[in-house]
């Protein structure tokens, strides 16, 4: 008996799914597999598993031969065109635009964060699908549109929903995810071997001024705390100029 959230699961790696997008992209009206083939490099057998998860989640049209849709013509561009902000505006969009994809985030909510194997683990379930390595390869695939997204955050082998509005992606954490898609879809696993991950801010915690008031035992005392929130910068003067102004303004 199927789930009831079953739904299709990717054909490929992230960064192959990238390039099917891509690849769709460049048409200007529908297309069969072989054509879309010749232009991505990928074969079209696996096109054709990831065309229907591209279908649910509003990038494909429905149908033998496929167009991309308006806004899979968008993600297309800013994959081609390397504009990382858009693209994960653009995986937004897609994710929240099948109800069935979008209750992943929930149950990654609900249980207040997930590894990342269990959450594929919960994908493999829910999708209805068997324990193959290839859709295993899919449901790593779920996990890296949903971090390309900006909708989970992903540290140290834990998926969480971010809070607030969507921040910018770097290009350095898109690069992340399409390089580990790449190397899980190769089987290609070394013990040593440790994931780079560079954060595109840094959270600073600052020492703050205290405010006192008469230094006797009942009187006031407030506390003033400030976190800042600083860009990645390779030069230091950037941080130094910051500091400074800091300790010019609260400081004096």
């Not at 390397?82 to 992943?104: A, F, G, P, T």
């Not at 683990?121 to 699908?129: I, R």
């Not at 900006?150 to 995810?177: Q, W």
Request: with cysteine.
């Amino acid at each position: 008996m199927a789930n009831s959230v079953e739904f299709n699961l990717p054909g490929s790696s992230f960064e192959e799914v990238r390039k099917i997008v891509h690849a769709y992209s460049s048409f200007a009206t529908k297309v069969g597999l072989d054509e879309v083939a010749k232009v991505s490099g990928i074969n079209s057998t696996i096109i054709s598993k990831s065309a229907k998860f591209l279908v649910d989640i509003g990038v494909l049209s429905s149908g033998a031969q496929k167009v991309a849709t308006d806004l899979g013509r968008k993600l297309g561009r800013a994959i081609e065109h390397k504009v990382v902000d858009d693209e994960r505006i653009y995986w937004s969009d897609c994710v929240k635009s099948n109800e069935k994809v979008s209750k992943l985030i929930t149950t990654i909510r609900i249980k207040g964060g997930m590894t990342e194997k269990a959450f594929s683990d919960h994908v493999l379930y829910v999708s209805g699908s068997k324990s193959t390595s290839g859709n295993k390869t899919g449901a790593r695939c779920m996990t890296d549109i949903l971090v390309a997204s900006g909708l989970v955050l992903e540290a140290d082998g834990k998926l969480n929903v971010a809070t607030g509005p969507i921040s910018p992606i770097s290009a350095d954490e898109l690069g992340a995810a399409v390089v580990r898609s790449h190397d899980q879809a190769h089987d290609i696993s070394n013990a040593g071997e440790v994931e780079a991950r560079s954060p595109d801010r840094q959270n600073v915690q600052v020492p703050n001024p205290v405010v006192q008031g008469p230094l006797t035992q009942s009187g006031p005392q407030i506390s003033i705390n400030i976190q800042l929130q600083l860009p990645e910068a390779k030069d230091p003067d950037t941080y130094n100029q910051i500091f400074k102004a800091l300790r010019d303004n609260l400081f004096p």
